[in-house]
C-alpha cells in the first residue's frame, strides 16, 4: 500500500496523448499537479488542461457521476474520472481513454457504436394510450430501478471481454437495458416477445454472454448486467417453452 | 447549409420535451446540442418534480400549488403563467410515466409523493433521488423512438438575424472545430442555466449561460438576472447539490452547538421553509460563528434509519460518502449555500415566445415568469417539461411550412463567429495574451463574493466595476493559441467567457439597481421589500456600453402581495 499524499505533494498525471490528424502514433505525457485532499482523478486532468496544457481534450460535465461523459482508463480500470479519488492510487496515476473504441482525440473516444447498440436494444417504451393512469406494483419497480439508473458511459462494453472480441454483440449496457423494458408492465401489448426475439439473437444477444461480470465490477452505478442477461435467459427459455413467438 | 423547420439549441429536458411536441405535430425538427442529451445537467435534479395528483393527500389542490408557488416567488411571479403552470403540471408528469419513467411508488401503485420546502402538501413525486436522471432519460428516450434528429457536441455561437426575425444559427463543431451553419424557421433555445459565473455551484461545466446571451444579442430583453438561487444544502469542499428531499424524508440542519438553528427563522416550517429562507439561515449561522470551521453546517439524516436512506435517498448516501467521506447512516454531512439555478432568463410569454420573431426559449434559460424572486423546488424539472412542451407548440404552429430564405443571415452569423475565433488566435499570437481560465476564475470569485447570498450597494459597485473590467481584459488580451482541431476545449471555453461575462454583468448590474430585497436578492442596506417601488420585472437589453435597464409590471390576478412567514 503506497502512503496517502498530504497537501503540496506532486502528483505525476501519466496522460495518454493521441491527436489522429497529427501525429503518427499515440504517446504519454507526464505532468506534475499539487494534490489537495478530495482531489479526484477530473480535478487532476482539468489542471493540466487549465493550467499546464491547454490542448488536452476530454470529456466532462456533472462532476458527480450523474452525467456520465467521463468515463476513462484509469491504471487499467474503466473508471469515472469525477468519482476516482487520487488519494487511491497513490503518487502516479495512468489514464487512458476507454479500450476498444475509436480515439478521437486524447481522452476523447468514438462512442457512437455503442450509442447504436444501445438503440438497438429499443431502449424505450412503446406508451400505452388506453392506460391514463398506470398503477405499478412497488415490486416490479424495484426490478427496473437499478438497471434504470445506467448513465450510458459505457465503461461495461469497454470491460466486457466479449464485447471486446465480437463486434455484434450488442454489449452489458443495451442486454441491461433490453431487461429494464421487458419487465415493465406499462409497455404496449405485444411489444415484450420481440424484445425477448431480439436479446435471443444468436450473435448479438445474450447467449454471447459468458458470464465474467467484468461489467457489475465497473459499473459506477453498481447495476449488474450480468445479473440482468442471466435473468433475460431465463425469460426467453420460459418464452421457448410456453411456445411463445 | 443545413436546413430544418424548427431547430432546437440544447439537449436538455426543456430542449427534448420541445423537439418531441415539434415532431407528433409532423414538423422537421433537429436538437443541436455542446453535449450528447443525456449528459445534460437536466440529470443532476434529485428531489422531484412538483404535480398535484393528490397520491398521499387527497385534498392537495392546483390553487394551492399556485398559491404556494407564488409566494415561494416572492410574489414577483405572474400569476396566470403559475395558474397555468400549475394546471399543466398532472398531464405531463403523468405523461412521463405512460412514457416509462421509473418514477417511485406507493404500495398501492400509484406514483409516490414527498413533502418539499415551500409546499402545503407532499405533491413532489420522485424516482428516489435521481428525479432529473429519470426524467431526462425518459424523455431522451421517447425523443428516439420518434425519430428526432441530432446533432451532438455542437456549440451554437451565433442567432442569425434579419428583418425577418432570427434564421438559424452558427455553431462549432467541437469535435470537428468546423463551424456549421443551420438555417431555420424558429429557434428554441434550451440551454439551461449559468451556474458556471459563480465558483461555489451545483450546475454541471456546461451551465454557462451562453444561449441567454446569445439570445440578447439578437434582441431579446433578460429578464429579473438579479434573481439567482443559491441552495442552502450543497456538500461543502465540492458544492455537489444535496437533494432538498433529504430534509423532506425528515433531515435535520445542526449548528456547531447541536441546535435545530431553523426554530429562529422559520418555527412553523422550520427545514422545508423555501429555499432562499434556508440559505440565508445557513449562512447567518456560518457569519455569526454557530458554523463549523467557519464554513459549513450539518445535514443530519441518520436517524432517517438505514431502510429509508437507502431507499429514498441512496445517491445522497453515495455522494456523501465518495466526495465528503461521510457514511450519512451514521454522521451528519457537511453543507453550505451554492449558487443552484437562475430564476431570471430570457423573457418569454407563457408559449416560449419571446420579443424576437422565430426565437423561442425554455427551461432554465427562459424567464415567463413562474418562479419570481425564489423558485420552489420540484418546480424547475416541470418548468422544463410544461414550458419545453408549449414552446415546441408554439413554434409548430407559428413556422410557415418549408420555411426558405435567410441564407444570407447565416452566412453573415457565420462570418461573425469566424471573426471571434480568429480574433482570439490573434490575440494568442501577439504574446502577452491572456489565459482564458484565469478570466473565468475572476470572474466565478468576483460573482461569489460580491453577488451572493447577502449584498449591499457596496459590494455590488465592486461586483460591477470587476466584471466590466474583465469584460475589458477578454476583449482586448484574451487569447487561444492555435490548437488541434478537434475537442479543442480551451477554444470552446474562450468563446463561451463572451457569454458569461454578458450575463454576469446583467446579473450584477440587475441586483444594484434594485434597492429592496425579495426572494433571493437579499441587500443588507435595503432589507425590506418593497412592493411600491419594486414590485415589477427587471428587463436588461444590450447596448455596447452595457445593459439597459427598463421595468415591466407583474401579473398580480388572484393574490395580493403579503408578508411571507413560513
Not at chain 2, 442529451?37 to 392537495?60: C, E, K, M, W, Y
Not at chain 2, 394546471?87 to 412514457?99: G, N, S, T
Not at chain 2, 487569447?479 to 463572451?498: I, K, T
Amino acid at each position: 500500500m503506497v502512503a496517502m499524499p498530504v497537501e503540496g505533494d506532486k502528483i505525476e498525471f501519466m496522460v495518454f496523448r493521441f491527436d489522429p490528424s497529427r501525429d503518427r502514433e499515440a504517446r504519454f505525457v507526464i505532468y506534475e499537479v499539487p494534490y489537495s485532499p478530495g482531489m479526484t482523478v477530473l480535478d487532476g486532468l482539468l489542471h493540466v488542461q487549465k493550467v499546464l496544457d491547454p490542448t488536452l481534450s476530454l470529456r466532462y460535465s456533472c462532476r458527480f457521476k450523474i452525467c456520465g461523459s467521463c468515463a476513462v482508463y484509469v491504471d487499467g480500470v474503466q473508471t469515472l474520472a469525477c468519482e476516482t479519488q487520487v488519494s487511491s492510487l497513490g503518487r502516479r496515476v495512468r489514464v487512458e481513454p476507454l479500450p476498444h473504441f475509436g480515439i478521437l482525440k486524447d481522452l476523447v473516444v468514438d462512442i457512437d457504436p455503442f450509442l447504436e447498440q444501445m438503440e438497438s436494444a429499443m431502449p424505450y417504451l412503446h406508451p400505452d394510450p388506453g392506460n391514463e393512469e398506470p398503477r405499478v406494483d412497488p415490486e416490479e419497480h424495484e426490478r427496473y430501478r437499478s438497471p434504470s439508473s445506467c448513465i450510458w458511459c459505457a465503461a461495461c462494453t469497454s470491460a466486457c471481454p466479449i464485447a471486446a472480441t465480437e463486434p455484434f454483440f450488442m454489449g452489458p449496457a443495451p442486454l441491461a437495458q433490453v431487461y429494464r423494458f421487458a419487465v415493465d408492465s406499462r409497455e404496449l401489448e405485444g411489444v415484450r416477445p420481440l424484445r425477448l426475439v431480439r436479446a435471443d439473437s444468436s450473435a448479438s444477444g445474450v447467449w454471447r454472454c459468458h458470464q465474467v461480470f467484468a461489467c457489475a465490477e465497473v459499473c459506477p452505478k453498481e447495476i449488474n448486467p450480468g445479473r440482468h442477461i442471466a435473468e433475460l435467459k431465463r425469460m426467453i427459455l420460459r418464452q421457448r417453452l410456453r411456445g411463445g413467438a | 447549409m443545413e436546413r430544418h423547420e424548427i431547430l432546437v439549441v440544447g439537449g436538455g429536458l426543456a430542449g427534448l420535451r420541445a423537439a418531441i411536441e415539434a415532431k407528433v405535430r409532423g414538423r422537421d425538427v433537429a436538437v443541436l446540442g455542446i453535449v450528447y442529451p443525456f449528459r445534460s445537467h437536466s440529470v443532476a435534479a434529485q428531489g422531484g418534480i412538483n404535480a398535484v395528483l393528490g397520491n398521499v393527500d387527497p385534498t392537495d389542490s392546483v390553487e394551492r400549488h399556485a398559491f404556494d408557488t407564488v409566494k415561494g416567488a416572492d410574489f414577483l411571479a405572474d400569476q396566470e403563467a403559475v395558474e397555468l403552470f400549475c394546471r399543466d403540471a398532472p398531464a405531463r408528469v403523468l405523461e412521463l410515466d405512460r412514457w416509462g419513467c421509473p418514477f417511485s411508488r406507493l404500495p398501492d401503485g400509484r406514483i409516490a409523493q414527498r413533502p418539499f420546502g415551500g409546499a402545503a402538501f407532499p405533491r413532489t413525486c420522485y424516482a428516489a433521488d435521481q428525479t432529473g436522471h429519470a426524467v431526462m432519460h425518459t424523455v431522451y428516450q421517447q425523443a428516439l423512438r420518434l425519430g428526432v434528429e441530432f446533432h451532438n457536441e455542437l456549440a451554437a455561437l451565433r442567432l442569425a438575424m434579419d428583418g425577418g426575425g432570427v434564421r438559424g444559427v452558427a455553431a462549432l463543431n467541437v469535435r470537428t472545430g468546423e463551424l456549421e451553419a443551420f438555417a431555420a424557421g424558429a429557434v428554441i433555445v434550451a440551454t439551461g442555466g449559468l451556474g458556471r459565473i459563480y465558483s461555489r455551484t451545483t450546475n454541471s461545466h456546461h451551465s454557462m449561460g451562453y444561449g441567454m446571451a446569445m439570445a440578447y444579442w439578437a434582441g431579446a430583453p433578460l429578464m429579473d438576472m438579479e434573481f439567482v438561487q443559491f441552495h442552502p444544502t450543497t456538500l461543502y469542499g465540492t458544492n455537489i447539490l444535496v437533494t432538498e428531499g433529504a430534509r423532506g424524508e425528515g433531515g435535520f440542519l445542526l449548528n456547531s452547538e447541536g441546535e435545530r438553528f431553523m426554530e429562529r427563522y422559520a418555527p412553523d416550517r422550520m427545514e422545508l421553509a423555501p429555499r432562499d429562507i434556508v440559505a440565508r439561515s445557513i449562512q447567518t449561522e456560518i457569519l455569526e460563528g454557530r458554523g463549523f470551521e467557519g464554513e459549513y453546517v450539518h445535514l443530519d439524516i441518520s436517524h432517517l434509519g438505514e431502510e429509508t436512506i437507502m431507499e429514498r435517498l441512496p445517491q445522497i448516501w453515495d455522494l456523501a460518502l465518495s466526495f465528503a467521506g461521510v457514511d450519512a447512516r451514521e454522521e451528519p454531512i457537511p453543507v453550505q449555500p451554492g449558487q443552484h439555478y437562475a430564476m431570471g432568463g430570457v423573457e418569454t410569454d407563457a408559449d416560449g415566445r419571446t420579443r424576437v420573431k422565430g426565437l423561442y426559449a425554455a427551461g432554465e434559460c427562459a424567464c415567463v415568469s413562474v418562479h419570481g424572486a425564489n423558485r420552489l423546488g420540484g418546480n424547475s424539472l416541470l418548468d422544463c417539461v410544461v414550458f419545453g412542451a408549449r414552446a415546441g407548440a408554439a413554434a409548430s404552429e407559428d413556422v410557415p411550412g418549408k420555411a426558405s430564405g435567410g441564407e444570407d443571415a447565416v452566412k453573415a452569423a457565420m462570418k461573425e463567429a469566424e471573426e471571434r475565433i480568429d480574433s482570439l488566435h490573434e490575440k494568442a499570437g501577439k504574446g502577452g495574451y491572456l489565459n482564458p481560465y484565469g478570466i473565468i476564475g475572476e470572474m466565478q470569485g468576483a460573482m461569489w463574493d460580491c453577488v451572493g447570498v447577502y449584498r449591499d450597494g457596496e459590494l455590488l459597485s465592486r461586483g460591477v466595476s470587476r466584471i466590466r473590467a474583465l469584460r475589458e481584459e477578454y476583449r482586448s488580451r484574451a487569447g487561444v493559441p492555435d490548437g488541434p482541431e478537434a475537442f479543442n476545449l480551451s477554444l470552446v471555453d474562450s468563446l463561451m467567457l463572451e457569454g458569461m461575462l454578458e450575463v454576469a454583468l446583467t446579473v450584477a448590474e440587475g441586483a444594484l439597481r434594485r434597492t429592496e430585497s425579495r426572494g433571493s436578492h437579499y441587500r443588507t442596506d435595503h432589507p425590506g421589500r418593497d412592493d411600491e417601488g419594486w414590485l415589477r420585472h427587471t428587463l436588461a437589453f444590450p447596448s455596447p456600453e452595457g445593459p439597459l435597464f427598463e421595468d415591466k409590471p407583474v401579473g398580480v390576478t388572484r393574490w395580493q402581495p403579503e408578508e411571507r412567514v413560513y
